[in-house]
């Protein structure tokens, strides 16, 4: 099979490869879609942590081909969304039910070979049954749905609340439809670039603003009354994240979603937390969420119709990781049988 192939550093190679041996509590997967993610860009670019080398692509879904022997939920047909990150289940941190902290976490597309590729193996258990005719490009989007769900359950929203989402990418779109469904009240969306703002606009959000324009700031705090309930950080920089400790009312929450270089560091003012009395929370992966996701998606709460995703062959991997660096669509997406 076809695979893009993680060698290190801003070394990204198409290879042909077997498939290696199912393992008995594995499926193996015709990868319909894959998604190009904000991580994939910073591992290429040496700033996060994988595996080498290890085939990279981690929000995917597929059609099962072959089923393991102890495989007993899946049948070769069904169309699949997988959860890449795998938990052991016996390390302290899972056994509190804190899984995604578990410390022999191990992830699909990260540190075992993922969904840039033709085929993938990937264990029964963290495979998400979809129906047969749920559109294949937004099977991609289920796992940054899923983490974007965790990040509102923290976010702890109250009907009624105010919401300042900074950065109006895939995951600022994501977000906007979660806290709509959680039930803010005003949902502000801070956003550099032209197009997404338009995409923030069409996808709910009441208030689009360029945070560059020097008003900005006055502009949100007029408009939520002194800030908001809420402040997701979704743009994962040092400066958005010191601006989300700004935009937050007294009392307010502070979700860290956005995933900034883990070398980059900010300088805060101790007494804005303890004065604001803000409560600023990490949203990390997608614990037990997974499942919620694929839910809110069949049943049509959640709604990407027409959303903006440029799609590339397996061939074009390069093209499609640019695409996604040069922010050209909302989401970048490889379909390797295409
Ligand atoms: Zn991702
Ligand atoms: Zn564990």
């Known amino acids: 099979m076809q695979a893009a192939l993680y060698a290190g550093a ?18 193996l997967l015709k990868v319909s879609a894959c998604g190009v993610c904000g991580t994939d860009l910073k591992i290429l670019n040496g700033k996060l942590h994988a595996k080498l080398p290890v085939i990279l692509g981690h929000e995917f879904g597929g059609i099962v081909v072959e089923c393991g022997q102890y495989v007993r939920t899946l049948m070769p047909g069904n169309f699949v969304a997988v959860d890449p990150n795998i938990v052991c289940g016996y390390c302290r941190f899972c056994r509190r039910g804190k899984v995604n902290l578990c410390e022999n976490l191990q992830a699909l597309g990260v540190d075992i070979d993922g969904g840039f590729a033709e085929y993938c193996l990937a264990p029964a258990q963290q495979c998400y049954r979809l129906p047969d005719d749920f559109p294949s490009l937004q099977a991609a989007l289920l796992e940054p749905i899923s983490c974007g769900l965790y990040g509102i359950r923290l976010a702890n929203i109250q009907p009624g609340n105010s919401i300042v989402i900074i950065g109006g990418g895939m995951i600022g779109i994501i977000m906007i439809q979660l806290a709509k469904l959680f039930g803010a009240s005003l949902i502000i969306v801070t956003e550099v670039d032209e197009h997404r703002q338009e995409w923030a606009k069409q996808f709910g959000a009441d208030l689009v603003i360029n945070p560059q324009k020097p008003d900005a700031e006055k502009v949100i705090f007029t408009a939520t009354e002194g800030g908001g309930d809420v402040v997701i950080e979704c743009a994962g920089s040092p400066q958005t994240f010191q601006q989300a400790i700004r935009l937050a009312a007294n009392g307010g929450t502070v979700v860290v979603f956005g995933v900034s270089a883990n070398d980059q560091t900010i300088s805060v003012a101790p007494y804005e937390i303890y004065r604001k009395n803000l409560d600023i929370k990490g949203s990390f992966l997608n614990p037990f969420t997974f499942q919620d996701a694929v839910q809110l998606m069949i049943s049509k709460k959640l709604r990407f119709d027409g959303l903006d995703i440029g799609y590339f062959s397996l061939q074009e991997i390069e093209k499609a990781f640019e695409n996604q660096r040069q922010k050209k669509n909302l989401k970048t997406v490889i379909l390797p049988h295409e």
């Open 10 to 27: 801003h070394r990204l190679q198409l290879i042909e490869k077997p498939v290696r041996k199912i393992e008995k509590d594995e499926v």
